[in-house]
């Protein structure tokens, strides 16, 4: 199975700061990633899907670049609204893994 | 506008069975990759299962043979039975649809516990 790995698990953020999350595959995946959020409660939501499109209606604050192994999801000027959990999600091969997810504090 | 809608869920004794339902509306299940994704108390994401628009199916390791996905084009509604429930599927359960998971239910709790 590919391994996800997230990197940090945690951080800490003000708003306005740029931020960016790393994500791993453990073999190529091409550039068949998404992104998600998640916050407490709730479904995900589908940010960024194929490593780089951003999902219909998601501001353009969140891009998403990599290709092959290495992955990152960055938010240009974090919002009140962005304090949540990111996972990362491999579609390439089958069973489909996510990462262990990247929570975003408020610092 | 695509609404996913588990039920199903609740309450069940170590060893026991149970069906997830997953209707949908807005969006064709037969015609879309559906999966099942799994979250438990305080924890992270766990993609479960998933079944192509072709009727292919795969799963991870942690369930393969004892969960099966199936869906009933009629009804348009996807289903997870779920066998050999253990105290570690105690989770959230949602159904999701599409490749790249664009459209979620509201998820339906299932516990596992005696």
């Known amino acids: 199975d590919i391994q996800m790995t997230q990197s940090p698990s945690t951080l800490s953020a003000s708003v306005g700061d740029r931020v960016t999350i790393t994500c791993r595959a453990s073999?190529?995946?091409?550039?068949?990633l998404a992104w998600y959020q998640q916050k407490p409660g709730k479904a995900p939501k589908l940010l960024i899907y194929d490593a780089s499109t951003l999902e219909s209606g998601v501001p353009s604050r969140f891009s998403g670049s990599g290709s092959g192994t290495e992955f990152t999801l960055t938010i240009s000027s974090l919002q009140p609204d962005d304090f949540a959990t990111y996972y990362c999600q491999q579609y390439d091969t089958d069973p489909w893994t996510f990462g262990q997810g990247t929570k975003v504090e408020i610092k | 506008e695509v609404q996913l809608v588990e039920s199903g869920g609740g309450l069940i004794q170590p060893g026991g069975s149970l069906r997830l339902s997953c209707a949908a509306s807005g969006f064709t299940v037969s015609r879309n990759y559906m999966s099942w994704v799994r979250q438990a108390p305080g924890k992270g994401l766990e993609w479960l299962s998933v079944i192509y628009s072709g009727g292919s199916t795969y799963y991870a390791d942690s369930v393969k043979g004892r969960f099966t996905i199936s869906r009933d084009n009629s009804k348009n509604t996807l289903y997870l039975q779920m066998n050999s429930l253990r105290a570690e599927d105690t989770a959230v359960y949602y159904c999701?649809?599409?490749?790249?998971?664009?459209?979620w239910g509201q998820g339906t709790l299932v516990t596992v516990s005696s």
């Open positions: 999701a649809g599409d490749v790249a998971l664009a459209y």
């Open positions: 073999q190529s995946i091409s550039t068949w």
